[in-house]
């Protein structure tokens, strides 16, 4: 278990590192600098740098804890990646169903391999599903998770690029926004992140505001930190129930 600085998770699992730009959230990967700067610390796992690899060592890594913990997998790759084997993916979901303990936060943004393997397999129920929607034209990963059955379905509208306009949040539980981060980060306008928020108040989804990211409220340009996460003054820590029956 590695414990993360990521808002709305507790720890990360990596069983497969890497990945490769699939859509315009991906242009300045926060995964892919860090690495490269893994690989050049010789850290083990990483000697392939940002090179998609799977990491068969790792798999019992949830094992080891007892304590029921938040898990985003793949934090630093896509567990639906192209190259990800299809036996491997079963083996990662064994060990989900073998710790009923903790929470499976799963992000995604190859919708198409998503709906591929839950075809023949279900979600497990301590899985929390997701896609990424950074703009307008991916917004369709949204119908593509709608149509499989997990017992949370989730968004991550960050790096949010523009206005998404009108969002169909039906059996969406949770969305999480933000802005980009690094030297390079592409601005995030208020009146993008409010129009979510509102039409997560009015379709019954959890609404999580995670970072302005390098661009400020106001539009000015300074540390991730300085400006800070809130919206309209306040923080937004909304986070779905899930009841098991």
Partial sequence: M????????????????GCNKVSAGCKNCYAETMAKRLKAMSTP???????????PERLETPLKTKRPTKYFVNSMSDLFHEEMPFEFLDKIFEIIRRTPQHTYQILTKREDRLKEYFKNSKVPDNVWLGVSVEN??????????RQIDAKIRFLSLEPLLEDLGELNLNHIHW????????????????????????????????????????????????SKKANGRLLLGKEWNGEPELVLL
């Fill in 45 to 55: 796992g990483y000697e392939n740098g940002f090179s998609f690899t799977i990491m």
């Fill in 2 to 17: 590695k414990k993360t600085k990521i808002e709305w998770t507790e720890a990360t699992w990596n069983p497969s590192t």
């Fill in 175 to 222: 969305v999480i926004v933000g802005g980009e981060s690094g030297h390079k980060a592409r601005p995030m306008k208020k009146s993008w992140a409010v129009s979510i928020q509102e039409q997560c108040d009015q379709q019954g989804a959890e609404f999580f505001f995670k970072q302005w990211g390098t661009w400020g409220e106001d539009g000015v340009k300074r």
């Fill in 136 to 145: 307008q034209k991916t917004k369709d990963r949204i119908d593509i998770l």
